[in-house]
């Protein structure tokens, strides 16, 4: 293909199978044998499970980044730009880089009709080799067992937790999904689960697979005091580390998840004052993320009602003061009534927006879902940039504004605010 640039690429992609999410192994298995694709023998890393994958691979990333490893990252979605989706040593790749692993791809795909998603998966793997990075952490895109990021090998597994979400795709209860997380576990490697629901379907997952679990609650375990945080592990303990005031249970356990994950691994693990290092610098993009213009944001990428529940924890847990409004959209395969019932005695002003998208809600769905449940003062917005200028007519500075629901949604209200405050 002649596609000069990236945005070309992408539109191209869209194109080439008519389903946005077609699970299956087989298509990109087959391209990617054909791809001369290095990855380490070591410090590989794939991570599931329903939320806080992102945070879990952050932090890895920095551990090892800190520590000297060339890392590469594969996440997604992306907030503002698709370059966030691989990064190299903490830096986002560029455009070239995609378009010559697209150009690789497309040499071999013949006919295949790769989804959005397994094109992205195969680029970012031919990135990440291309430059030699030697600790690779890969998100899970959707599930795990069907998942195209599920072709490799990796050292160690992971599982975040395990809650409702996707169920379209998944199954309909808790341990449905789990058999279907737990599809990542490989034979005789670790798999680190950071939950406790579903606990017989991921031991029969592991034990299928001849997997390793090490499990929350029995082969580690955190411990949360104030704001302090120790972690114990088989073989390895760390005490006393100071997290931040705001950080919800979520963030506690995605740390020991990764510290569990470190020792399963056994490359390195980190000494106290280095963790300490790493947590105090920690920050993730569009996780309670936090802006001061005329009165201060929170931009959280929360989208379902266990990350919902996070999320409400984390602003009970700030300092921030108790007038709140919220600018809020959701994707349309959501659950949209239990995610709402967490903020219904915090917000007192929302703003519904649309967004670019077929596949969220429209304004006047969610507004005729809240009015059932009872909430007052409603208003509505025609796109995000809108929602903003509904927000600043109508609601006082002295209350805050949490943005959350979806990556599309704040994902363009993050890139105004950090155009205004000149940070991009």
């Not at 599809?183 to 798999?191: F, H």
């Not at 936090?290 to 990428?301: C, G, K, Q, T, Y």
Request: aromatic share 10%.
């Amino acid at each position: 293909m002649g596609f000069s640039t990236l945005q070309e690429w992408l539109t191209f992609q869209q194109g080439i199978n008519p389903k946005e999410i077609d699970l299956s192994l087989e298509r990109v298995q087959s391209i990617y044998s054909k791809l001369q694709i290095n990855i380490p023998e070591k410090n590989v890393f794939l991570i599931g499970g329903t939320n806080g994958k992102g945070t879990t691979t952050s932090i890895l990333e920095q551990l090892f980044h800190k520590n000297g490893y060339k890392t590469g990252a594969f996440t997604s979605p992306h907030l503002n730009r698709y370059n966030e989706r691989v990064r190299i040593s903490l830096s986002h790749s560029s455009d070239q880089d995609w378009i010559s692993a697209f150009k690789i791809i497309e040499g071999v795909r013949d006919d295949i009709p790769l989804t959005y998603f397994e094109f992205s998966t195969l680029a970012a793997f031919q990135i990440l080799s291309d430059f030699g990075c030697d600790a690779w952490f890969i998100e899970v895109g959707l599930g795990g067992r069907l998942d195209a990021t599920n072709i490799i090998d990796p050292s160690v597994s992971i599982l975040t937790n395990i809650a409702m979400d996707h169920e379209e795709w998944l199954g309909d209860s808790i341990e449905e999904i789990a058999q279907e997380k737990v599809g990542i576990a490989k034979k005789n490697k670790p798999l680190i689960f950071g939950d406790v629901v579903a606990m017989s379907s991921i031991e029969e997952g592991c034990n299928t697979r001849k997997a390793e679990l090490r499990r929350k609650g029995h082969e580690f375990n955190a411990f949360v005091d104030q704001n302090q945080f120790s972690f114990k592990g088989a073989n390895e303990n760390i005490k006393d580390i100071f997290i931040p005031k705001s950080w919800g249970d979520g963030e506690s356990d995605n740390l020991a998840t990764s510290l569990a994950a470190m020792e399963a691994n056994a490359e390195f693990f980190p000494s106290k004052d280095f963790l300490q290092q790493v947590i105090d610098d920690f920050e993730m993009p569009g996780r309670f993320e936090l802006h001061e213009m005329n009165r201060s944001w929170i931009l959280d990428v929360a989208h379902n009602p266990s990350a919902a529940q996070n999320l409400r924890q984390r602003i009970n847990r700030s300092d921030l003061s108790s007038d709140y409004s919220m600018i809020f959209s959701m994707m349309k395969d959501k659950q949209l009534e239990p995610y709402l019932h967490a903020f219904k005695d915090l917000v007192k002003t929302w703003i519904v927006c649309e967004m670019e998208t077929d596949r969220s809600f429209t304004v006047e769905q969610i507004e005729k879902k809240m009015n059932n449940m009872g909430f007052d003062n409603v208003l509505c917005a025609t796109s995000p940039l809108d929602a903003i200028k509904t927000l600043e007519k109508n609601v006082s500075i002295s209350n805050n504004v949490i943005v959350s629901g979806s990556f599309e949604l704040v994902g363009p209200i993050r890139e105004f605010l950090l155009k205004s405050q000149r940070k991009i």
